[in-house]
């Protein structure tokens, strides 16, 4: 069979530059082209003159063409890649990608057709202007002073220059912004504040001028040399300040190494990059910025700060066994204090290493085996916790020796639970403070050697050729020079072959995956295996006797389905039931492909506003990374869903400020409405979110419990689908929560308990152990319910 895994791809598209200078057409020829043309006008509807429009592939974000538009606002682009493609708009320093957003992320894709051509006329977003006069402190107009206007909605910046006389003028989107004068190590912002955030906001209507002059502040000057550790000037350096945690740009260091830029009055730590690993230094001579010199600089004061780069230091050492053995291949780690610095390298045949060029500072030295499932820290420690220090000077030859522990070896033996007759084909997974190991039987018998003494979890993961289900997390205690022997019962299970086909030709259908679902489990997983070969055909893994549906991932153009008993179905109640024994094979319905369909439809919020970045699927994925089998909504609350069959869907929905709900705005799949997915027209299903209701109260750690921090999460009582869930990071006092839930359905609240660095316990409301035995509780369709929850 073919296994495989089926992940979720995500990029960010990087633009270019967005002026015209320097750009060329792409070199590579293409197979066909199109035109791309339109007006460009503002708010008014007035065309904007001399506005540079870009075409921009949509999938890699490369420049495809550009060109101005003319005293009518007319733009004409000919022989553009026939494709996806973004449009951006630009005059004067007013950005905006069509249609009517301010990034690119968030661009609408066009398609520009082969031999034709794409149309798009766009409407500049609302716009004034900010003028005004810049003096200097002296009172005499402030000549070629930056001017940085900060658009406090969209998060994007104006820039310009005063002229002579000190004067500027800027297009701005209309809002609110805050106005900022000189660069960065002097700015300010009106009113003569040193801060941002003590400026005041400058509001700014649509056709609207704003007046904002401003008066510099009085300032001292930074100056100094920078230079390498042979004393050669460095060049291109940029030079940074410190003002409590705020750091701040400077400037750069010119041919000589010399710097100079002006600040504000006040206590300062200048820093810059050193070394070839480009670690900071503050000046002078520290790498701790905690333990730099803090300059004080007032007004028409000059502070000359040079320094040189520290010498760099090197480590070195030897690692052997408790027998005085050299340790060959071990990875071993120089890592500073503050985690900003890491150096590696492998231990060589007679256990020595050495690693160069470390910038000085405090750091930890750790060991990892070749497997990589044990680590431990000079000198003879188990954890980084422990770890010693180890401070490094400039030029410092630091010799680290270190004897590699004693570790545990485990011994596991398997047997079937029924007869007791061993089982050979197995293999085991340790997962142990150190780390994550493994080992395959050989003779009846797995052993895994150099083990992290402590507690440890024992998988037993049985051959595939057999039908014995694998057994989690059975626990041992691991001791030095010393071997645990455990004998793990395993439990047989059975399997479930598949077939797909083309329902129209018959022909067998590769890659088709499949995975086993059961009614009342809720939705599907992230990822699949047992996929059809060449042949259309696959053999399950084994699973524990019980009843299954089959969900059918579908390759290529198909569309996914359930497995019905004669087709397809968008439905899991109609799909066919496979009861699956133990110690054989079942072989389900096939799976019969038909061409795939779509869904598309606008979903706004419970204030009628239309929701961007909504997620929309067809199933109810758990929350955290996400599912494969979603999409999300655009600016203007749009989405298509495709690779469905041609049956009828439900679809959930999940947006910030609103419950996950399914079509219908009602929790429960099984009675939501399904929307009738047809092959060549998409089908329609627009939605307007419930605000629903809240399920709020208080979450208590019983006394003996050492959790730091615990999660609830509610699902459907009958469905099992996951609906809510809430985090203690977001807690108030005493422990409280509040999450907003979908009324009118029955609901079972699962929680976990977490420690410093794993899950330490689970359970189900009311003191429940599993999801068949905890309590339902009923959401009002409206209001609020109040559950308290003990985790115990």
């Known amino acids: 069979m073919i296994r495989s895994v089926l992940v979720r791809l995500g990029g960010v598209l990087t633009a270019g530059l967005l002026m015209a200078a320097g750009m060329a057409a792409p070199a590579a020829a293409v197979a066909a082209a199109g035109n791309v043309g339109g007006v460009y006008t503002d708010h008014t509807g007035t065309p904007i003159v001399d506005a540079w429009v870009v075409v921009w592939g949509a999938e890699d974000g490369s420049y495809l063409a550009g060109s101005n538009t003319d005293a009518e606002g007319r733009y004409s682009l000919a022989d553009v890649p026939a494709g996806p493609v973004k449009l951006s708009f630009q005059s004067e320093s007013l950005i905006q990608w069509a249609p009517g957003v301010l990034s690119q992320e968030d661009a609408q894709v066009y398609q520009v057709p082969a031999d034709g051509t794409l149309t798009v006329d766009e409407?500049?977003?609302?716009?004034?202007?900010?003028?005004?006069?810049?003096?200097?402190?002296?009172?005499?107009?402030?000549?070629?002073?930056?001017v940085d206007v900060r658009d406090l909605a969209g998060d994007s910046h104006a820039s310009a220059y005063t002229d002579d006389a000190g004067r500027y003028r800027l297009s701005v989107w209309a809002g609110d912004h805050h106005v900022g004068f000189g660069p960065d190590a002097a700015k300010q912002w009106v009113p003569g504040a040193a801060r941002e955030e003590d400026a005041d906001t400058i509001t700014v209507a649509a056709g609207a001028t704003v007046r904002v002059d401003e008066t510099l502040l009085p300032t001292g000057t930074f100056r100094g040399r920078l230079t390498a550790v042979d004393g050669s000037p460095l060049i291109s350096v940029e030079v940074l300040l410190y003002a409590g945690e705020r750091r701040i740009y400077g400037g750069f260091t010119d041919d000589n190494g010399d710097y100079s830029f002006p600040v504000l009055p006040g206590d300062y730590v200048v820093g810059f990059q050193a070394g070839s690993h480009g670690a900071e230094q503050y000046i002078p001579g520290a790498v701790d910025r905690s333990k730099a010199r803090v300059y004080t600089i007032a007004a028409g004061q000059t502070i000359v700060a040079d320094d040189s780069v520290l010498k760099p230091a090197s480590f070195s050492g030897r690692l052997v066994g408790a027998d005085g053995k050299a340790k060959a291949d071990f990875q071993v780690y120089v890592t500073s204090a503050d985690d900003q610095q890491s150096y590696g390298t492998t231990t060589g045949s007679d256990g020595t290493w050495r690693i160069d060029d470390v910038q000085p500072g405090d750091y930890q030295v750790s060991f990892s085996n070749p497997s990589g499932a044990r680590t431990q820290w000079a000198y003879g420690k188990t954890s980084r916790e422990a770890a010693d220090l180890i401070a490094v000077g400039a030029g410092a030859e630091v010799t680290v020796d270190e004897t590699w522990l004693t570790g545990a070896t485990l011994q596991v033996k398997a047997v079937d639970e029924v007869t007791g007759v061993a089982v050979d084909d197995f293999c085991v997974q340790v997962q142990a403070a150190g780390g994550f190991d493994q080992g395959c039987a050989t003779g009846g018998t797995a052993t895994v050697t150099d083990l992290t003494p402590g507690a440890a979890l024992i998988d037993v993961v049985p051959g595939e050729t057999t039908y014995f289900l694998r057994d989690r997390e059975n626990p041992v205690t691991?001791?030095?020079?010393?071997?645990?022997t455990m004998t793990v019962p395993l439990a047989k299970g059975g399997k479930v072959s598949f077939s797909a086909s083309d329902r129209a030709t018959g022909r067998p259908v590769a890659e088709t995956c499949f995975a086993l679902m059961t009614n009342g489990r809720g939705g599907l997983p992230d990822g699949y295996g047992d996929c059809t070969e060449s042949q259309g055909t696959s053999i399950s893994g084994a699973v524990a006797p019980g009843t299954y549906e089959v969900f059918a991932i579908a390759p290529d153009s198909y569309g996914h389905q359930w497995i019905g008993?004669?087709?397809?179905?968008?439905?899991?109640?109609?799909?066919?039931?496979?009861?699956?024994?133990?110690?054989?094979?079942?072989?389900?319905?096939?799976?019969?492909?038909?061409?795939?369909?779509?869904?598309?439809?606008?979903?706004t919020g419970s204030n009628g506003a239309p929701i961007e970045d909504a997620d929309v699927s067809f199933t109810a994925w758990g929350f955290g990374p996400g599912p494969i089998h979603s999409v999300n909504t655009d600016g203007r609350g749009r989405y298509t869903i495709g690779k469905l069959g041609p049956y009828a869907w439900p679809l959930s929905f999940?947006?910030?400020?609103?419950?996950?709900q399914w079509s219908g705005t009602v929790g429960n799949r099984f009675k939501a409405v399904h929307i009738p997915v047809t092959v060549g027209a998409p089908a329609t299903y627009g939605i307007r979110l419930s605000a629903g209701s809240t399920v709020k109260g208080k979450v208590t750690i019983p006394a003996g419990l050492p959790a730091t921090g615990w999660r609830l999460t509610v699902v459907n009582a009958v469905t099992g689908d996951q609906m809510a869930d809430f985090d203690s990071y977001g807690q108030g006092p005493g422990g409280t929560y509040r999450m907003p839930v979908i009324g009118g359905q029955p609901v079972k609240i699962s929680w976990l308990a977490t420690g410093e660095n794993d899950v330490l316990k689970t359970g189900w409301y009311d003191h429940a152990t599993d999801q068949d035995s905890a309590t339902r509780v009923g959401v009002p369709a409206s209001g609020t319910k109040r559950v308290d929850v003990t985790l115990g």
């Open 565 to 603: 008993t004669a087709g397809g179905t968008g439905d899991q109640r109609a799909a066919a039931r496979i009861v699956v024994t133990a110690d054989r094979t079942v072989a389900a319905p096939a799976a019969r492909l038909d061409p795939a369909g779509s869904i598309t439809g606008v979903v």
């Open 478 to 484: 691991l001791v030095t020079g010393q071997t645990a």
């Open 123 to 146: 409407r500049r977003r609302p716009a004034g202007a900010v003028e005004g006069v810049v003096t200097g402190a002296d009172g005499a107009p402030a000549a070629w002073v930056q």
């Open 654 to 660: 999940t947006a910030s400020g609103h419950p996950r």
